[in-house]
Each structure stands twice: as C-alpha cells, then as structure tokens.
C-alpha cells in the first residue's frame, strides 16, 4: 500500500480564524463534496503565505468559508492563501495510475475548475 493524493484545494483564501474553537478547520461543503473530503476527515493544510504545514480534520462550513479553529488558527491569519490536501492508501497495483482530484478557486473560495491530472513542471 501507498499513500496518495487523493484531493487537493489549491490556493483557497482563509476567511476567518477561530482560536476557541476546539480545533480544526472549517471548509465550504461544496468545496468539500467537490474534493471528496468527510466531515472529521484528517486533512494537510499548507500555509502560502508563512509556509506552516499542519494536520488538522475538516468540518463543513457555510458557502466560501475557510476558518482556522483552535490551536491552528495560531498558524494562519483572514486572508492568508492554503492549500488543503487529503490522502488515501491505495494498492501498488493500483498506485500508477492514480490521479487525485484538484479543485480550483478563486479569490472568494469558488470553484473555478476541477480536473483529475497533475501537470509537470518543467523548469
């Protein structure tokens, strides 16, 4: 078994942090279903901005939300740019050909695009 990218939202905007809630991060339900992540699922969050990384679960929030709870909300600030990414084990067999889903957004948290390839970055 491998552990993959199974989902990705790339370059959403923070909309709020929350310091007392008990922890996690809120994430618009739509954006949620599109990149197909559970309520209480364990989610990366990647801070553009200050370069944090951290594992929290995601719980569903209302339309273009994207709040930072409890301990993470030290991590980030309103209108820091994240990336939110989910994992999953697949089989080796399976590992190749996997693709994640990429959700895209724009700067009010609506999706722009989604698609199901990563592209290469020649540099």
Do not use: W
């Amino acid at each position: 078994m491998r552990i993959m990218l199974k989902s990705k939202i790339h370059r959403a905007c923070v909309t709020n942090v929350n310091m007392d809630y008990e922890g996690s991060i809120t994430i618009d339900k739509k954006l949620m279903e599109e990149a197909d992540i559970l309520p209480h699922e364990q989610v990366q969050v990647l801070n553009i901005n200050n370069g944090a990384r951290f594992t929290t679960y995601a719980i569903e929030g209302e339309n273009g939300e994207i709040c930072l709870n409890g301990a993470a909300a030290r991590l980030g600030a309103k209108g820091d740019t994240v990336t939110i990414l989910s994992y999953c084990h697949v089989a080796d067999t399976e590992a190749r050909n996997f693709t994640p889903k990429l959700v895209y957004v724009d700067a009010k948290n609506a999706i722009t695009k989604t698609k199901r390839a990563v592209e290469a970055v020649s540099f």
